[in-house]
């Protein structure tokens, strides 16, 4: 061997590394596993670079990441470690040999779930850091997309792991989603003491009567169990005494005051409509939450889908499929948008009618549930909700119909695993003619049915016509055709005024509400609103009475 360099400047005298060939060979190996560690380390730095703007303390948090990967343990673990290390020598024979004093404990290896919260908090703070993402102007939709699929994998691993420091989390929750103010009463999947699952619908002045018929149908004809929230937004939008009438249509009811849960001048729920469903979804309660419209009717018992869907019981969601309607075609929007980002539509939505029949609507949102438990689910509804704050849906409603189509979008733009009902909305009501002749179904109500194709929910109430206040005229609730899952039906939708269609080009098509042991509540159905109308009736300024 030829002569080497002497090792200097690290406060060692000059050896000569020939005759202490072993010292040198020691002193590489370290720096080589020094390089090794560090080169393994720096991919998260890489992955992170690739989705967040570089910000100016980068540098010093990512070198707190590769601390905390490299600190010690806490006095409490190195205690472990030793008592450990001393049960590992007593099992080997050795039951007199104690751990040295001062030897190096055991280092504690983070879990998986730990390594997935502390890479997620960094990737979203360096994003947070680096934007204004706390001041909503208008809708950033697929920047704020790659943050809620980080806080769901966050949310994730700090459910899957109570050792997890979660005031990162929580303090991450606070910067990015301001607007929003839990309340002692609100069901967070990080601080659940309940498992409760209930329905809430969103009530003021303007749709005051439907929610009577929707809330004492519930509770008179199909029997829920399952506890109601109203969410309102104000007094003026549901005055003191008009909240007194709405308790006296169920004992049990429970009211919300959605303005006491976020920033108004950022929801703008005082002029919201539509909008409120989201909100009220996740400030209410409720683990297992079904949000219904004011106008939604059920011809069976919502109750026992959380545990009967395979679809929501996977991802925590069941949405609805409006009608297959052609119309306006709001996937054009929606296709823009994919083609501007370079994201492709996933398999739920590329293999969709309405993605490939182009249709007006995909969904209808008079029914939908969420499993807040699942932190993919919940993180969904909060981007809905986001999606539906004032100045973001400003820009939305101008793309699309309310709120209906935010719920899947929400969860498609994402990345987060989503279920829709098999067939689209199909019609209920009575059978008639048209100008040809041809027998066919019209009216408001676009029907839901069940996993065997039963009358399960509609929307648009029990009225004929709920828009026209002089047509007294209750809905005629005799037949009904099921929405197709693939194709759009035969003949097509017909569109006729208002909320009504028409649908069917044969009998053959139909079936009768009795055949499918439906009659009596259909009838119990109506007798129900008479009887909330003769309530409203009996009083002089149109309410329940006290």
């Not at 190996?29 to 989705?51: A, D, K, Q, W």
């Not at 306006?328 to 969709?352: I, M």
């Not at 899947?408 to 059978?431: D, K, M, Q, T, V």
Request: aromatic share 10%; glycine share 8%; hydrophobic share 40%.
């Amino acid at each position: 061997m030829g002569r080497c360099a002497s090792v200097t400047n690290v406060g060692f005298p000059r050896i000569p590394l020939l005759k202490n060939s072993s010292i040198a060979i020691g002193i590489c190996c370290f720096v080589f596993t020094i390089v090794f560690y560090f080169s393994t380390h720096l991919t998260s730095l890489g992955s992170l670079m690739t989705e967040c703007s570089p910000a100016a303390e980068s540098t010093g948090q990512y070198q707190q990441y590769l601390l905390w990967t490299l600190q010690a343990p806490s006095e409490k673990d190195s205690i472990q470690a030793s008592q450990v290390a001393h049960h590992a020598s007593q099992t080997d024979g050795q039951k007199n040999v104690k751990p040295a004093k001062g030897a190096l404990p055991v280092p504690k290896i983070p879990s998986k779930a730990a390594q997935v919260a502390h890479d997620a908090t960094i990737k979203l703070q360096y994003a947070i850091n680096s934007s204004k993402i706390s001041r909503i102007e208008g809708p950033n939709l697929f920047s704020m997309a790659k943050h809620i699929s980080t806080f769901a994998r966050l949310l994730e691993a700090i459910l899957a792991d109570d050792s997890i420091d979660r005031r990162s989390f929580l303090d991450l929750c606070e910067r990015y989603f301001g607007w929003w103010k839990p309340s002692t009463t609100t069901h967070l999947p990080w601080e659940a003491q309940n498992h409760t699952t209930g329905i809430v619908l969103t009530a003021g002045q303007g749709n005051m009567k439907l929610a009577a018929h929707a809330i004492r149908t519930l509770r008179n004809v199909v029997n829920t169990t399952l506890p109601i929230q109203v969410a309102y937004a104000g007094d003026d939008d549901l005055p003191a005494h008009m909240r007194k009438e709405m308790r006296a249509l169920d004992p049990k009811l429970e009211l919300i005051n959605i303005l006491d849960h976020y920033d108004e001048n950022v929801a703008g729920l005082r002029s919201g409509g539509f909008a409120m469903k989201p909100f009220a979804a996740l400030a209410c309660s409720f683990e297992k939450v079904i949000i219904i419209d004011a106008d939604t009717i059920f011809m069976q018992r919502p109750d026992e889908w959380f545990e009967e869907d395979a679809g929501l019981k996977q991802t925590g969601t069941l949405f609805f499929h409006d009608r297959a309607y052609g119309g306006r075609k709001t996937t054009d929007w929606v296709k823009d948008l994919f083609k501007e980002s370079g994201q492709k539509p996933s398999a739920t939505l590329n293999s969709s009618m309405y993605w490939q029949e182009e249709l007006e609507h995909q969904q209808e949102s008079g029914v939908v549930y969420f499993n807040k438990a699942i932190p993919s689910a919940f993180m969904s509804l909060l981007f809905t909700t986001y999606m539906n704050t004032q100045n973001v849906r400003a820009h939305l409603y101008g793309q699309v119909a309310g709120d209906k189509e935010t719920f899947w979008l929400a969860a498609e733009l994402a990345n987060i695993p989503y279920a829709f009902h098999r067939s689209y909305a199909g019609i209920i009501g009575p059978i008639s003619a048209n100008a040809e002749g041809v027998p066919e179904i019209c009216s408001a109500q676009p029907l839901q049915t069940d996993l065997n194709g039963r009358p399960f929910w509609f929307n648009s109430g029990l009225m004929e016509d709920k828009t026209n206040a002089d047509n007294r005229q209750y809905a005629n609730l005799t037949h009904y055709i099921p929405g197709g899952a693939s194709e759009q039906p035969v003949g097509g939708w017909r569109f006729i005024h208002g909320h009504t269609f028409c649908m069917g080009r044969s009998t053959e098509m139909m079936s009768s509400v009795k055949d499918a042991g439906l009659e009596e509540v259909a009838t119990r159905l109506i007798a129900e609103a008479r009887a909330v109308d003769e309530m409203f009736e009996a009083t002089p300024h149109g309410g329940i009475g006290a």
